[in-house]
């Protein structure tokens, strides 16, 4: 299975699916040195977007992760509207789409706060605030969140520091 995580990010844009990422990608692109090997997003979930996200998961040959091969889910707007977080594993790698993480009020919350990071080529994302990313990981609780809030404490330091810095010359 490839992973790539851009690739991913981009089929989503071309079907003018919204969203935010968040988690490892997030983390790495505010400066984190800690590797993921997901993409994790939060969507919007208004009934024409549910129908984006389902093109492109049905393009990305998206499979439930973490379930037997004959458990039964039509891949489709319904069944998301009727869910909230899915894991799934696509041709693309590991893709976690989150309507509500933890710690934050979902999509439009994230959206409002988003930061849009150029990844070059034409590709241009929303990402989630970095105090946004410190709520979700605290709120999620997991010993590689704890770590992870360490180093995420340390990058915005850093940042604060730089900005506090060009600020007096």
């Known amino acids: 299975m490839t992973y790539d995580p851009i690739a991913a990010m981009g089929l989503l844009?071309?079907?003018?699916?919204?969203?935010?990422?968040?988690?490892?990608?997030?983390?790495?692109?505010?400066?984190?040195?800690?590797?993921?090997?997901?993409?994790?997003?939060?969507?919007?979930?208004?009934?024409?977007?549910?129908?984006?996200?389902?093109?492109?998961?049905?393009?990305?040959?998206?499979?439930?992760?973490?379930?037997?091969?004959?458990?039964?889910?039509?891949?489709?707007a319904e069944s998301l509207a009727r869910g909230q977080n899915f894991t799934f594993t696509t041709t693309l790698g590991p893709l976690d789409i989150l309507g509500l993480p933890a710690g934050v009020g979902g999509f439009d919350e994230l959206s409002a706060n988003a930061v849009t990071f150029d990844l070059g080529e034409g590709l241009s994302i929303d990402v989630c605030d970095l105090d946004d990313l410190i709520r979700m990981k605290r709120a999620a609780g997991r010993p590689k969140d704890r770590i992870e809030l360490e180093v995420l404490g340390a990058v915005r330091d850093e940042r604060t520091r730089k900005d506090g810095r060009s600020d007096e010359n």
Not at 52 to 70: K, P, T
């Open 13 to 76: 844009l071309r079907h003018g699916v919204r969203f935010v990422v968040i988690g490892g990608v997030a983390s790495r692109l505010w400066g984190s040195p800690t590797l993921t090997d997901d993409v994790d997003i939060c969507y919007d979930r208004s009934e024409l977007n549910l129908d984006r996200l389902a093109n492109a998961l049905a393009e990305l040959d998206a499979r439930l992760r973490g379930v037997d091969d004959d458990v039964p889910f039509i891949l489709d």
